[in-house]
């Protein structure tokens, strides 16, 4: 397929924007209260900010202070967007927290939230994310069936949804973005308008600069477990996924990996990334679970 070219706005066209003046005058008369960096949570599918009540509070205690901002932007039903355009919509919200940041922030991403964070880190070219944490996210993609999947699409099960998926209007849909059918790759690479190019598997004249961009991060924690539920396979939370014979291939062995495609093997030979598997774990618990939070979490967000 023709690389879709994402069309950033422009500075000027962002500080237009009445909530981005707001937020720059307010942020003017603001003291910092602490020396934590700035944290901006990002959420997943059929989700909102009200979701991160818990996670709020044990920023709270351990960081008191910190200047916490959950976006809240398509919130529940709204989630299924086309995850380019949910991209531009968070750029727009996250630069000006950005900008007021001077010595960076740290991006905190839950399930869909982690591809739509990936997002930001690859077109954003002057981002200032130390710290990048995946929270329980489908980064390979999501080959499996879950209830949302037979809520949203019921005469689909995950050996057909392709037929949907990898049509333009499926497209059209977040989950068809990172749907990866290890049985229908070729029509993947052709059809995904959104994992694909994140991953740099199908051609995008962007990738130099997407990779560029990704690597300004100082570290990326991959948090996930055998027990969420949702994310199938599990391991895609850590950039593991099925080979063509559903047999799980871990990240070392993923050819993105390999080629380095999107700066993954970079990462790693810069032994910047730590990566969690925590069992016990259903995946609507990862962002309210104590346990979770002070072992994979908290000592991240100095
Ligand atoms: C943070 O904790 C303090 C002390 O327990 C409390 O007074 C304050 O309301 C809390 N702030 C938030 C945003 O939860
Ligand atoms: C938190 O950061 C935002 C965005 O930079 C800013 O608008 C807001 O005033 C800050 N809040 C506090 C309490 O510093
Ligand atoms: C993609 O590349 C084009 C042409 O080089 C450039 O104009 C555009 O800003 C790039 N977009 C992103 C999101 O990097
Ligand atoms: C990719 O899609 C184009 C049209 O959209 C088609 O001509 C081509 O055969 C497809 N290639 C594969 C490998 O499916
Ligand atoms: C599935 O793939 C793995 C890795 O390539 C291989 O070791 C295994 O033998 C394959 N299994 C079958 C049943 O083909
Ligand atoms: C919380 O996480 C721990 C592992 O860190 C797990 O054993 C426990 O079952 C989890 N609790 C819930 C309610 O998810």
Redesign the pocket.
């Known amino acids: 397929m023709a690389c879709r070219?994402?069309?950033?706005p422009s500075r000027s066209a962002i500080s237009m924007t009445p909530l981005v003046l707001l937020l720059l005058l307010s942020a003017l008369c603001e003291q910092p209260v602490s020396g934590y960096k700035p944290i901006i949570i990002v959420h997943g599918l059929f989700d909102s900010p009200a979701e991160f009540k818990m996670l709020l509070h044990f920023i709270n205690q351990t960081h008191p202070g910190t200047n916490v901002t959950v976006v809240d932007l398509f919130d529940r039903s709204e989630s299924l967007q086309p995850l380019w355009k949910q991209v531009q919509g968070f750029s727009e919200a996250v630069y000006p927290i950005m900008q007021n940041a001077a010595n960076g922030v740290h991006l905190l991403c839950y399930s869909q939230g982690g591809l739509i964070c990936r997002g930001l880190l690859?077109?954003?070219?002057d981002h200032n994310v130390d710290t990048f944490i995946s929270l329980s996210s489908p980064q390979m993609g999501q080959y499996g069936d879950t209830d949302y999947l037979s809520r949203l699409f019921p005469q689909y099960v995950k050996s057909n949804l392709y037929r949907f998926c990898y049509k333009h209007m499926g497209q059209t849909f977040s989950i068809c973005n990172y749907w990866n059918d290890p049985h229908h790759h070729d029509l993947y690479l052709n059809r995904s308008e959104y994992l694909a190019l994140l991953n740099s598997e199908s051609n995008c004249?962007?990738a130099t600069?997407?990779k560029k961009?990704f690597l300004r991060i100082r570290r990326m924690v991959l948090i996930g477990g055998p027990d969420d539920g949702v994310i199938t396979p599990w391991q895609s939370s850590q950039f593991g996924f099925y080979n063509q014979n559903e047999t799980v291939m871990d990240m070392h062995e993923q050819e993105v990996y390999l080629q380095d495609a999107f700066g993954l093997k970079t990462l790693d030979s810069r032994r910047a990334i730590t990566r969690y598997t925590v069992p016990g774990v259903p995946h609507t618990n990862w962002h309210s679970n104590q346990t979770v939070y002070e072992t994979c979490i908290e000592k991240w967000l100095t």
């Not at 070219?5 to 950033?8: E, G, I, Q, S």
């Not at 690859?122 to 070219?125: C, D, F, I, L, Q």
């Open positions: 070219v994402f069309p950033l690859e077109t954003m070219p004249p962007n600069n997407w961009n």
